[in-house]
C-alpha cells in the first residue's frame, strides 16, 4: 500500500472514528445534564468540537496502529466526560442512564450512517464515501458493543454497578484501575474478538434488516 493510500484510508477511517467517539462522549454529558449535574457543561465538554474530546491514545495512536496492521475490527475512546454522580437528582438510576446513552448514540449513528449508504452515497464514488459509511457503520456498532461490556469503566459496567448493593459496588468498581490492562490483554490474545464477533454481528444485522441494505 503506497503512502498516498494510506492517507486516503486515514482520513476515510479518521472522520467516522472522530464522530462516533465525540457524540458518545457529547451523549454522556447530555444526559448528565438532563439529569441535574452541570460537570461536563461548566468543562465546556458538550460541544461536538472534536479536539475538545481528543484523547492521544486512545484516538489518534491505537485507532491508527489497527489500521495500519489491518486489524479484524476498530475501535478507539476519548477522553471520558467528567459526571459527579453526587449531583444527580437520582445517583444510581441516572448514572445507568448516563451510561447507556453513549452506546445508544452510537446505535443511532450506525443507523445514519446506513441509512446515508443505502439512499445518498450509493449513487456517488463507490471507492471512498461507500468506504466511509461502511465504516461508520461497524465503528459505531464496535463501539456500541464494547462499551456495553460488564468491565470496569466501560459503560456497561455503570449499569451493573448502579444494580448492585452499595457495598458490592464498591468492591465492583475496584476493578477500574486493572480495566485498560484487562482489556489489552484481551485484544492482545484475541478474545476481545471472540466475545464482540458474535454480538457485533447481531447488531450489524439488525441494523440491515431495519435499513433494508
Known sequence: MDSLNIIQN?????????????????????????????????AGRLTLNPLKHVDMIG??????????THAPFLFGWAKPVPVDWRNLRNPKRDMALVALMGPLSNFIMALIWAFLLKYIFNASDPNTWMLMAKIGITINAVLMVLNLLPL????????????????????????ERYGFVILLLLLLTNTLSVILLPLLNLVLNFITQIVGL
Do not use: Q
Request: with cysteine; glycine share 8%.
Open 152 to 175: 470496569p469503566p466501560l459503560d456497561g459496567s455503570r449499569v451493573v454497578s448502579s444494580l448492585l448493593s452499595p457495598r458490592a459496588a464498591y468492591h465492583y468498581n475496584k476493578l
Open 59 to 68: 484516538t489518534i495512536l491505537l485507532p491508527g496502529l489497527l489500521i495500519l
Open 10 to 42: 486515514i482520513f476515510f477511517m479518521g472522520i467516522p472514528i472522530l464522530f462516533a467517539i465525540t457524540v458518545h462522549e457529547v451523549s454522556h454529558g447530555w444526559m448528565a445534564l438532563r439529569c441535574g449535574d452541570r460537570t461536563a457543561k461548566v
